[in-house]
C-alpha cells in the first residue's frame, strides 16, 4: 500500500513539474512503458492469490489510469503552451501601418507576365484572353482530345457538378490552350473587350496569360497556377519559327548569354510534332539557380498546331499552319527569381512578399530593362 501511495506522490509530482514534451515523455515510458514501474506492478497481479488480487487490482488499475489521465492532461497543456508561444512568435499584426517605403509589390507572377509580355509584344504577338470556367468543349474536345480519350486524364480536372438540365460539366480550364480555340473560332458575338480573344482571323499572333487549375500540389506544382499560351497562324509556318521564337524568348528573359536548355519530344494531342522545353538548373540549395547544375526544369510545351484542331475551328490546314507554345509562367518565375517552392508563391506571406516582390513602378520594358 505504502509503496503505491509514494509512487503515486513522486510521479503526480514529476508530471506537473515537466517542461516539455521530451521530459513528459520519459516518465511515461518510466511509468506505462513495457519496463515501467506501474506496468510491473500490474504485472505482478497474475502472480496473486484471487484474493489478494480482488484488494490490489483496483488499487493498481486505478493508479495507472490516474498517471495515463495526469499525463495526457499535461501534454495538453504544454501542446497549448507551445502553440500560444509559436502563435505570439510568428504574429502579424494586419492592422499596423505598412513598414516604410514597402507599400505594397508587384507578385513576382505578374511581374514575370509583364515581362514575357513585353518581350512577345516586341515580337508583334498581341494579347488576348478567355475564361477561367470553360467547357469541356474549349478545353478539350476542340483540341483533338477524343472522347473518353486516357488524354484526358493527363490533366486532374477541377469539374463544377453537371447542369441538372443539360447534363453539361463545366470546369475549371487545366490549361490555357482554350485560348487558341476561342481565338480561332469564328463567332458572330462581338467581343466584349478588345484583349478578349474571339474570332480573329489569320495571320495570328497572340499570347494569353492566365490562371489554370490542376489537382496537383507538391514544390513544383499548386492547384492553381499561371500559364501564358503562344499562338501563331500564318502561310508556311514551321518548327523552325517556333524554335527561333523560344529561343529567343529564353535569351531575352533570363537576360544572360548562359542558359542552357533542351528540347524533348513529347505528345500533345492539339499540336504535331509536339516537344517540352526544359532549362537547366541548380536545385540542390535552398534556391534554385540558372546556369549552373544538373538539374532540368520543364518551362514550356509545344508544338505544330495540329491540323484537326484547325479544322475543328474552320480554318483549312492546306492553306494555313501554325505553332503553339505554353508555358509555366511561376516556373519561369522560380527559375528567374530562385525561389525554391512553388506553394510558397501563393501562401500570401507578407514577409515573402516583401522580399520576392517588385515595385510598382518599374514596370518592365524591352527598352529600359526588364527587372
Ligand atoms: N497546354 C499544354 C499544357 O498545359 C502546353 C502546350 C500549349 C503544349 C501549347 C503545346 C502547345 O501542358
Redesign the pocket.
Known amino acids: 500500500m505504502t509503496d503505491l501511495v509514494a509512487l503515486d506522490a513522486d510521479l503526480t509530482r514529476r508530471i506537473a513539474e515537466a517542461a516539455d514534451l521530451g521530459a513528459l515523455e520519459a516518465i511515461r515510458i518510466e511509468a506505462l512503458g513495457k519496463q515501467g514501474s506501474v506496468s510491473g506492478l500490474l504485472k505482478s497481479l497474475g502472480a496473486m492469490s484471487p484474493d489478494e488480487r480482488k484488494a490490489r487490482g483496483p488499487e493498481i488499475n486505478g493508479l495507472r489510469d490516474r498517471i495515463a489521465a495526469l499525463i495526457a492532461a499535461r501534454r495538453e497543456a504544454l501542446d497549448q503552451a507551445a502553440l500560444d508561444a509559436q502563435l505570439a512568435a510568428e504574429r502579424v499584426d494586419l492592422s499596423l501601418p505598412p513598414p516604410p517605403r514597402r507599400r505594397g509589390a508587384v507578385h513576382p507572377t505578374m511581374q514575370v507576365m509583364d515581362e514575357m509580355i513585353a518581350i512577345f509584344a516586341d515580337l508583334g504577338f498581341r494579347v488576348a484572353e478567355g475564361p477561367d470556367i470553360e467547357d469541356d468543349f474549349h478545353n478539350f474536345t476542340a483540341l483533338n482530345f477524343p472522347p473518353k480519350h486516357p488524354a484526358r486524364e ?2 486532374d480536372t477541377f469539374f463544377f457538378h453537371p447542369d441538372p438540365e443539360t447534363g453539361e460539366r463545366r470546369l475549371l480550364r ?4 482554350p485560348v ?1 480555340v476561342r481565338t480561332l473560332q469564328r463567332t458572330d458575338a462581338p467581343a466584349p473587350a478588345p484583349w478578349i480573344a474571339n474570332g480573329q482571323s489569320p495571320p495570328i499572333r497572340i499570347v494569353a496569360p492566365g490562371r ?1 487549375y490542376r489537382c496537383d500540389s507538391d514544390a513544383t506544382h499548386t492547384p492553381m497556377f499561371h ?1 501564358m ?3 501563331v497562324i500564318d502561310r508556311g509556318i514551321h518548327m523552325g519559327h517556333l524554335k527561333w521564337t523560344l529561343d529567343r524568348f529564353v535569351s531575352r528573359f533570363f537576360e544572360t548569354p548562359s542558359v542552357v536548355t533542351r528540347f524533348r519530344p ?1 505528345h ?1 494531342p ?2 504535331e510534332p ?1 516537344a ?1 522545353m526544359d532549362v537547366q538548373c541548380d536545385r540542390s540549395g535552398s534556391e534554385v539557380r540558372i546556369g549552373q547544375g544538373r538539374d532540368w526544369m520543364e518551362i ?4 505544330m ?1 495540329h491540323p484537326n484542331v484547325l479544322r475543328n475551328c474552320g480554318l483549312d490546314p492546306q492553306e494555313w499552319q501554325g ?4 508555358f ?1 509562367v511561376d516556373r519561369l518565375g522560380m527559375l528567374k527569381y530562385g525561389m525554391p517552392d512553388l506553394r510558397e508563391m501563393f501562401a500570401s506571406d507578407v514577409r515573402w512578399l516583401g522580399h520576392y516582390g517588385f515595385s510598382p513602378f518599374a514596370t518592365p520594358t524591352t527598352a529600359a530593362g526588364l527587372s
Not at 487545366?174 to 490552350?177: A, I, K, L, Q
Open positions: 493527363m490533366h487545366t490549361h490555357t490552350s487558341q489554370t500559364q499560351e503562344g499562338l513529347h500533345f492539339f499540336t509536339s517540352e514550356v510545351g509545344c508544338g498546331v505553332f503553339a507554345f505554353g509555366g
